[in-house]
């Protein structure tokens, strides 16, 4: 009789350290090259995520350990693909006229994966690094097909923006969320939801406030 071979691990799409404000919105209005995040001040919205001692950024010595920390330090583990939105990836709206962008993130960008960018406008892939960019039109079904396969067996991350998610969740696609609430309110732009309890019908939620301030909101199907 032979031996059972052993159950393979389950391949997760996860949206981690994605941060919103206290109304519910991921960015700001008016994105454009100079605000990525609109009206949004991304060192008040990612304060909790920048004190910390692992934050990827650091120039100098420190930083904070503890819940904050182990967050961001979770933030690549055993993820072998991501998928974001165009909004995501830069400021230009249809036809690319400008392929000499190529990112917020400069020549080393933190994914160190194949990144798939949602768009209806297709361009050329091109590495940086160790990641590389596709550019594809598709459903989320589809384009989460594409990025389990480049993944290569490990979990796939939802990167956002916040209209991204959303697709994903009303698909049906997402397996596990951490959203952090940030203190500062917004009053508009780009929203992830009216309240965390839109997907309570959906998902188990833990609550877990941070003495930074943020409070994270950890949600695994049901």
Not at 20 to 44: C, I, K, M, N, T
Not at 132 to 147: K, M, Q, S, Y
Not at 159 to 169: D, K, P, V
Request: hydrophobic fraction near 35%; glycine fraction near 12%; aromatic fraction near 10%.
């Amino acid at each position: 009789m032979g031996q059972e071979r052993p159950k393979q691990p389950e391949q997760l799409v996860r949206v981690q350290n994605f941060t919103v404000s206290s109304d519910g919105f991921g960015a700001g209005e008016g994105q454009s090259l100079e605000r990525p995040f609109g009206h949004a001040e991304p060192g008040e919205m990612f304060a909790w995520a920048g004190a910390t001692a692992s934050w990827p950024n650091r120039t100098d010595p420190g930083g904070s350990r503890g819940l904050d920390d182990c967050f961001t330090r979770d933030f690549a583990r055993n993820i072998g693909a991501e998928i974001m939105g165009r909004n995501k990836f830069g400021p230009q709206r249809g036809p690319w006229t400008d392929h000499e962008w190529r990112g917020w993130w400069g020549d080393e960008p933190p994914f160190h994966t194949p990144v798939f960018v949602m768009t209806h406008h297709k361009r050329p892939s091109f590495t940086l690094s160790d990641t590389t960019f596709h550019f594809v039109d598709g459903d989320p079904a589809t384009v989460l097909a594409r990025a389990r396969e480049a993944a290569d067996g490990k979990d796939v991350r939802l990167g956002g923006g916040a209209t991204t998610i959303r697709e994903f969740l009303d698909a049906g696609l997402v397996d596990t969320l951490h959203v952090a609430v940030s203190p500062v309110r917004l009053g508009s732009g780009v929203r992830l939801w009216e309240s965390p309890e839109e997907l309570l019908d959906r998902y188990h939620l833990d609550v877990v406030p941070s003495p930074s301030g943020v409070t994270h909101h950890l949600f695994w199907r049901k």
